[in-house]
């Protein structure tokens, strides 16, 4: 194995693996050069975050693959959709080959998505149109052809053996008849060497997969790194970043690699690296246990999803999401009704079926107006379906942009993979414009957010319980105050809101309703009665 350590760029040359072109990984330093936001002062504090998956997006050249290019084509859709966040699943070269969370050079972009000045273009025109840009962060783990672990191993001696777990034999952390208990293992994390890299020496950690090397957490080195790898992008423009699979940074032994107490730690060192820059983002993905990791990030409420469904479903607020909007961290702890993983749930009108509008429209205005920063998931808008089988590929279809059933308006080659099976019907050519639909009840929820900033600034008061039949709250800022009453049974409701003195204007209502006259509240109490199955806002004038 031959090694090139230049002393300015400080790449790592790999010039010696058999029958494999030579990659070059830098892990040189990076220093902040960029420290500037180009957004509004606290849009992070405020913005409505889209899930999009670059792959599926839209393609611009034809070969099937969306891609950069396709995706800055469709910044003023995502604009007039009130969209002003945008989180791109990763966007770097990929051991899998797909959905891109097996990262092979952690400084480069997937050459199927583009070249990196496409990339840097279309930071800068999402810019252009106040939208900011995270990008998804593997920190626990790289891809198997990552030049770093394909040179740590072949050798003990390596200088990056110790960047990733090893050991000699396997310690036998894994239990076959615990699979999938309790957080056990669902598989043998300890995986030959041999079996993935020819000549490998020893047995190494993958908790995901064989395609999965865990980096070492422990190692100052490889913090070093993913913090300077933080720099690079930040230099760029990205806004921030979404950690993946928080969970599992830290492994010692078999019941201490789940939530290890030593992984928050980890999260507040890339958040120190993050809040060197101006006005940036941070997010972790903790399938379990978020409050273990909102002092360093935001963290996805995962697991509240099905109580905001089932609100909607039932007619009445349940106990989970109660609790939620009841937590103190409540801010820092989005809300998202479905996402890439299948864990989260399946494609929304899968789980409300076609004849459900009103229950999904509901739970869409839970997620939006609740959550200081809500995330939706592309093709959520208009109720895009999966492409034909409940599982993460499944939900990771072409985004549905006509009702063409070959392409759906995504390409105009052959798509990679098979496109929703409601195209013909839920699609944005066929919804742009319907006041009906569910692509314009979202514009409508997004564009009240992005007029008024007090939904992510202001202090949450929720006045409803678990059990009633109405969720009702306000956000109220030094400037600003918003009342928001969504009735989910099937009856008219008259409901009464404590709120501050003044003229309220109704700036969302029923579809086909006219707009109500402005209501003074000189003696603090706004009263309404809100149709079944409808969500009202009121915003003080």
């Not at 599926?56 to 966040?85: A, E, M, P, R």
């Not at 699943?89 to 000045?117: F, I, K, L, Q, W």
């Not at 109220?476 to 009453?485: E, G, I, K, L, Y």
Request: a negative charge; proline letters at 6%; charged letters at 20%.
């Amino acid at each position: 194995m031959t090694f090139t350590h230049l002393a300015l760029a400080a790449a790592v040359s790999l010039l010696a693996l058999p029958a494999m072109a030579a990659p070059v990984i830098d892990v040189s330093p990076v220093a902040v050069t960029a420290k500037a936001s180009a957004l509004p002062k606290d849009w992070n504090r405020s913005a409505s975050f889209m899930e999009i998956f670059v792959r599926s997006y839209k393609d611009s050249d034809g070969d099937g693959i969306g891609d950069f290019n396709g995706l800055t084509q469709k910044l003023d859709y995502l604009h007039d959709l009130g969209v002003t966040g945008i989180w791109l699943m990763p966007m770097m070269p990929s051991e899998d080959g797909d959905h891109g969370y097996a990262v092979n050079d952690y400084r480069a972009v997937n050459p199927d998505y583009g070249t990196m000045a496409d990339f840097e273009r279309f930071v800068q025109e999402a810019h252009k149109r106040g939208i900011g840009v995270i990008i998804d962060y593997v920190v626990n783990h790289s891809g198997s052809g990552n030049a770093l672990f394909q040179a740590a191993a072949v050798s003990k001696t390596s200088p990056y053996r110790d960047w990733y777990v090893f050991s000699d034999q396997n310690p036998g952390w894994y239990n076959a008849k615990m699979r999938g208990v309790s957080g056990a293992f669902y598989n043998d994390p300890w995986k030959p060497v041999s079996r993935t890299v020819p000549g490998g020496v020893g047995q190494y950690y993958g908790v995901f997969s064989d395609s999965m090397p865990d980096l070492n957490l422990k190692n100052p080195k490889v913090i070093a790194y993913l913090q300077d790898t933080m720099r690079f992008w930040m230099n760029k423009g990205v806004d921030g970043f979404r950690l993946d699979a928080v969970t599992m940074l830290i492994e010692d032994g078999k019941d201490r690699y789940f939530n290890n107490p030593a992984n928050p730690g980890i999260v507040a060192k890339l958040r120190e690296t993050l809040d060197a820059y101006d006005n940036r983002y941070m997010i972790c993905e903790a399938s379990e246990g978020a409050e273990m990791y909102v002092k360093a990030c935001s963290a996805f409420a995962y697991g509240v999803q099905a109580s905001i469904i089932d609100s909607a479903r039932k007619g009445s607020l349940q106990t989970p999401l109660s609790a939620q909007l009841a937590n103190p961290h409540a801010d820092l702890m989005p809300l998202a009704l479905q996402s890439h993983d299948s864990y989260v749930g399946d494609r929304l009108i899968n789980q409300f079926g076609v004849n459900n509008p009103a229950d999904y429209k509901l739970s869409a205005a839970i997620a939006i107006l609740a959550s200081s920063t809500p995330f939706g998931y592309y093709g959520e808008e208009i109720g895009m379906s999966n492409g034909g089988v409940f599982n993460d590929p499944g939900i990771r279809s072409p985004m549905s942009w006509t009702g063409y059933p070959r392409t759906a308006g995504f390409t105009t080659g052959k798509p990679y993979r098979d496109v929703a099976i409601n195209v013909a019907s839920h699609n944005v050519a066929a919804e742009a414009g319907d006041p009906a639909s569910l692509l314009e009840y979202y514009r409508a929820l997004y564009q009240v957010r992005r007029d008024r900033p007090v939904f992510g600034t202001g202090v949450l008061e929720v006045q409803s319980k678990a059990g009633d039949p109405v969720l009702s709250f306000t956000r109220t800022n030094d400037t600003d105050q918003v009342a928001v009453v969504i009735n989910l049974s099937d009856k008219p409701q008259t409901v009464s809101l404590r709120v501050g003195a003044g003229t309220y204007q109704q700036v969302l209502r029923g579809v086909g309703e006219a707009a109500m006259a402005p209501v003074s509240t000189a003696n603090g109490t706004l009263g309404t009665t809100i149709p079944a199955k409808t969500s009202y806002v009121f915003a003080r004038q």
